[in-house]
C-alpha cells in the first residue's frame, strides 16, 4: 500500500518552506516515527516523521527546493522491506564497504541540523563522538564537548617547516594565498536579517537606559534557590523570573508599552504575552509565553528553560513563534555591558537586559560596592513617547530593587 508524505501544513504566516536535509533516501527502509526529512521555514525547522513501517519508493524533492504547504514529498510502500545495495555484491570488501555506508547513514540520522552544521564545518567524525541526547541522538554541547576534549589532548609534535628558497638562495616568505568561504544564507538567516532590517527602517526606534541595583534580588536568590528547586522538581530560580514578572506588572501601567502598531491603528492588548530571546546556531528566535502576567515565578523559570532547549533541538512550532506583546532579551549571558536591543515588529517595545557588573556607588553619601546591571528599553516613538518610556523603565527599576512589590503588585 502506497502512503503519501506530504509538508506540514503552514499556518498563514509562513509562505513555503525549504527541503533542509534527507535522512532517509529511496529504496531505504524506515520505521514508524523515524525521522524522514527536514522541512526549514522562516521561523523553525520542522521534522517529518514516517507514518508507517515501510519502504521510501519514490522521493519527489531535493535537497534545496522549495516546497508548499502541504506538498507531496515522498511515497512510502507500507510494509515492504528495502534492499541493500550491496547484496549482490560478491567481494568481501564491498559488502564492508556497504556496511560502513550504512554505518555511516545511520550516525549522521542521529544529528540534528545544528550538529549536523558544526560536523561539516570542523570536519569531524561522528563515530568518535557519543550522543547523549535522545536515542542517542547527537546535540550541539556533545559536539563542543568533544572538540573541548581534542583542544586538550596533547598536540602531536609538529614538524619544522623549512622556509623555501629560490634559486638564487634567497628565502621566499609565506604564501600570499587568502582563503575565502562563500555559503548561501539559511533561510531562518535571510528571514532574520529581513526582520531587523525593517525593524529599523519601518519604525522611530529610540532606546532610553537605566541601571538596576541587583543586591535584593541576588540575596533573595540565594537564601531560597535550593528550597526553591527542591520543591519546584528541579527548576532553578533565576533572574528572568523576576523581569518577567516585573515587566507583566510594568505594562499593565504603561499599556501603549504592550500595544502595537496595525496600519493607521493602535492595537491594545489586555493581556502580556511575553516573548524571550533566544540564541540558536541557526539564528535568533523569539519563543512566546502566553499570559505570563498569571505565570508563577517558577512557571516563567521552567518556561524559559523549557524554550530554550527546543530552540536548541529545533523542537520549537510555529504556533510557539507567533504572536508576543512584548519581548526580553538578555545579553549579559554572553558578557554583554550594554547594548540597544532592536525591536520586534509589530512590538512597540523590548527590554534588554546585561551583564551584572560590581561598581563603586554612592549610597547615602558613601561609596559601596554593588552589583549594578544597565537596562535597556528600545521602543517606537510612534507611539511611546519618552516621557511613558522613562517611566516604564523606572517602574521595572524599582520592581526589582525592591522585588516583594513585585508579589504585592505595588
Same mark, same amino acid.
Given at each position: ?90 567481494? !568481501? ?43 542517542? +541522538? ?17 598536540? !602531536?609534535?609538529? %614538524? ?6 629560490? !634559486? ?5 616568505? %609565506? ?34 537606559? $537605566? ?70 546556531? $541557526? ?30 533541538? $529545533? ?43 560590581? +561598581?563603586?556607588?554612592?549610597? $547615602? ?5 554593588? %552589583? ?39
Amino acid at each position: 500500500m502506497a502512503i503519501e508524505i506530504k509538508a506540514p501544513a503552514f499556518p498563514e504566516s509562513v509562505a513555503d518552506g525549504e527541503v533542509a536535509a534527507w535522512h532517509k533516501s529511496e529504496g531505504e527502509s524506515v520505521a514508524r516515527d523515524e525521522l524522514i526529512v527536514e522541512i526549514e521555514t522562516d521561523k523553525v525547522v520542522m521534522e517529518v516523521v514516517a507514518p508507517e513501517d515501510g519502504v521510501i519508493s519514490k522521493i519527489h524533492v531535493q535537497e534545496g527546493e522549495t516546497i508548499e504547504s502541504a506538498q507531496l514529498l515522498a511515497t512510502l510502500e507500507q510494509g515492504a522491506v528495502g534492499s541493500s545495495p550491496a547484496a549482490s555484491a560478491p567481494a !568481501a570488501d564491498s559488502e564492508q564497504s556497504a556496511a560502513a555506508d550504512d554505518a555511516d547513514t545511520d550516525l549522521a540520522a542521529l544529528l540534528g541540523p545544528a550538529a549536523r552544521q558544526m560536523v561539516e564545518e570542523h570536519k569531524l567524525d561522528i563515530s568518535q563522538i557519543s550522543g547523549t541526547g535522545k536515542n542517542g +541522538r547527537i546535540t550541539k554541547e556533545d559536539i563542543l564537548k568533544h572538540l573541548k576534549n581534542v583542544e586538550s589532548a596533547p598536540a !602531536a609534535t609538529t %614538524p619544522v617547516v623549512k622556509a623555501a628558497i629560490d !634559486a638564487d638562495n634567497a628565502p621566499i616568505g %609565506p604564501s600570499s594565498e587568502r582563503v575565502e568561504k562563500r555559503v548561501p544564507m539559511t533561510r531562518m538567516r535571510a528571514k532574520i536579517a529581513e526582520r531587523l532590517l525593517g525593524a529599523t527602517q519601518g519604525t522611530a526606534m529610540l532606546t532610553t537606559f $537605566n541601571e538596576v541595583n541587583m543586591a535584593p534580588v541576588m540575596a533573595l536568590r540565594s537564601k531560597y534557590k535550593d528550597q526553591f528547586e527542591k520543591i519546584h522538581n528541579g527548576t532553578r530560580l533565576g533572574f528572568m523570573g523576576f523581569f518577567v514578572k516585573a515587566a507583566c506588572e510594568s505594562l499593565k501601567r504603561f499599556p501603549a508599552v504592550n500595544a502595537s502598531i496595525d496600519g493607521s491603528d493602535v492595537v491594545y492588548h489586555g493581556y502580556q504575552d511575553i516573548g524571550v530571546a533566544v540564541s540558536t546556531p $541557526n539564528g535568533l528566535v523569539v519563543p512566546v509565553m502566553r499570559d505570563a502576567d498569571f505565570m508563577s515565578l517558577a512557571d516563567v523559570e521552567a518556561a524559559v528553560k523549557d524554550l530554550g532547549l527546543r530552540a536548541r533541538d $529545533n523542537k520549537l512550532t510555529i504556533d510557539d513563534m507567533t504572536g508576543g506583546t512584548f519581548t526580553v532579551t538578555n545579553g549579559g549571558v554572553f558578557g554583554s555591558l550594554l547594548s540597544t536591543p532592536i525591536l520586534n515588529p509589530p512590538q512597540t517595545g523590548i527590554l534588554g537586559m546585561h551583564k551584572i557588573q560590581e +561598581r563603586p556607588m554612592a549610597v $547615602n553619601g558613601e561609596v559601596v560596592v554593588l %552589583p549594578m546591571m544597565y537596562l535597556a528599553l528600545s521602543y517606537d516613538h510612534r507611539l511611546i513617547d519618552g516621557k511613558t518610556a522613562v517611566q516604564f523603565l523606572v517602574a521595572i527599576k524599582d520592581l526589582i530593587e525592591d522585588p516583594a512589590r513585585i508579589l504585592l503588585q505595588l
